[in-house]
């Protein structure tokens, strides 16, 4: 399988042809066959639980018989929530609500909205399999008409409920919440308007979800082990590392994230302050990691700090595997090998744009004390090797996880837009400011039920 991720790109390659989303039975025949193999073998997904299931259960049920139109919006902690909740949804959850009383008309299942570039370094099997299970790509910073009318036609005549992440990609936490984008209410207010001026009285509901992770006596030795890995990485020679082991657990990680944000700032020219908090140094960090990635690009990106990273990220990929060619014989020698010379040069960059991506995040990210609880750490230690990780060129894609995971899913009230009209078109940005309030609650809810049952 070609990875651009995994090597440095030497050669553009020719643009990815989609057919339309479909539901394709053949898909569901492999999911089912393959699935749950699929998420124990690279999520170490040992057991799945499912809380406030009531309110998913009947979302699905007004959904499935035309009741209502609902959106499921999707915490994205960790990356592999959308191959979980559509196994979730396909094959376990109309037995729960049938065991709970609650008959769902047909089976469920939710199409999900994912962007371009997952096709493009997922290989053959994302190519395969989204478009065969309905889910619908969209671009983060294009203009997409043709990808925007089919998610609207798909939440307006759609025969199942539509699933996106409001925090746009991977926030790397559970326990808070970095940032949400707007879309998932914009979008939803627009299909309550589009339904309204048909005279159709079908609710538009918001059905927020969140998935946590719990590790076992097993995560608290293969936790260790990570700890070691990165000790490794930090420290010049063993008897340094085994040094470190002795010191708890919050001193431990205080060292290597300093080390590590050092050799960042060396990597870029950066004299930095040491009495600074890690935070306003890690910032400047980032802005240079933009600006080289700018360089390398030739642009120059405007706007807020993810307005600028998607750009760039978008760029990358438009250099690697060219938007409109559906094949590279017809160029000649000169357009092929200059066309070779931007790709590489757009890989290199992507290296920035991945230090970039998590080093945000990390911003927000507090050493935890002690005997804060297990996955709470796992949490942590796992974002710092990532910082490892980005720091000499990898990405997302090489992350390591602590495994096996309990999952916990859990859902929370329905969020409906449609009752909210008359104050979205009296004014329309209080109206998204609110809605977007109550999502954050409603996560905020969740987090603090699971931790109150733990």
């Known amino acids: 399988m070609h990875k651009p991720y995994a090597k440095p790109v030497g050669k553009a ?3 990815i042809r989609l057919h339309e989303p ?3 039975k053949s898909a569901f025949i492999l999911i089912r066959i393959l699935g749950r193999l699929y998420l124990f073998l690279f999520y170490g997904i040992a057991r799945i639980l499912l809380r406030g299931e009531k309110d998913m259960f009947y979302a699905f049920k007004r959904a499935l018989e035309g009741d209502s139109r609902c959106i499921i919006a999707f915490r994205h902690p960790n990356g592999g929530e959308p191959q979980l909740l559509t196994w979730f949804f396909l094959f376990r959850l109309r037995a729960l609500a049938r065991r709970q009383g609650v008959k769902l ?8 909205i994912y962007g371009y570039e997952v096709v493009r370094w997922g290989g053959w099997v994302a190519r395969f399999i989204l478009p065969n299970v309905g889910a619908m790509p969209i671009h983060h910073t294009k203009m997409d008409k043709q990808g925007m009318a089919r998610i609207y036609k798909s939440i307006t005549e759609g025969r199942y409920p539509v699933a996106l992440a409001p925090e746009g990609q991977v926030s790397y936490t559970i326990e808070g919440i970095p940032r949400l984008e707007q879309g998932v209410i914009r979008i939803g207010f627009n299909a309550a308007e589009r339904l309204a001026s048909k005279g159709n009285k079908a609710p538009v509901e918001i059905l927020p979800v969140a998935i946590h992770f719990r590790f076992g006596s097993y995560g608290a030795f293969t936790i260790e082990l990570l700890i070691r890995k990165i000790e490794k990485y930090t420290s010049a020679g063993k008897d340094k590392a085994k040094e470190k082991r002795k010191l708890p657990f919050s001193k431990r990680m205080e060292i290597a994230r300093t080390y590590i944000l050092e050799i960042n700032e060396k990597r870029y020219g950066i004299k930095a302050d040491k009495n600074q908090p890690f935070e306003q140094r890690l910032d400047a960090v980032i802005n240079a990691a933009l ?3 700018e360089r390398i690009l030739n642009l120059k990106t405007q706007g807020e700090y993810f307005s600028r990273m998607y750009t760039l990220r978008q760029a990358c990929w438009d250099r690697i595997v060219l938007p409109g060619y559906e094949t590279l014989d017809n ?3 000169l357009e092929r090998g200059t066309a070779d010379l931007l790709a590489g040069e757009a890989w290199h960059a992507g290296r920035h744009v991945e230090l970039i991506d998590l080093s945000w995040y990390l911003r927000n990210f507090p050493i935890p004390a002690d005997d804060a609880p297990l996955h709470i750490k796992v949490e942590f230690v796992q974002n710092l090797w990532d910082f490892i990780n980005r720091s000499i060129g990898g990405a997302y894609s090489n992350r390591l996880s ?3 995971r309990r999952v916990i899913i859990q859902s929370s009230s329905p969020i409906n837009l449609s009752s909210r009209l008359a104050d979205y078109r009296q004014d329309k940005n209080k109206a998204i400011r609110t809605a977007m309030t109550d999502l954050q609650n409603a996560y905020l809810d969740c987090i603090n039920k699971v ?4």
């Open 402 to 404: 602590i495994l096996p």
């Open 22 to 24: 479909r539901i394709s």
């Open 451 to 454: 931790n109150q049952s733990e």
């Open 13 to 15: 390659l020719a643009d």
């Open 105 to 112: 008309k047909r089976h469920p299942h939710a199409v999900f």
């Open 291 to 293: 600006e080289t990635a």
């Open 331 to 333: 160029m000649t020698g």
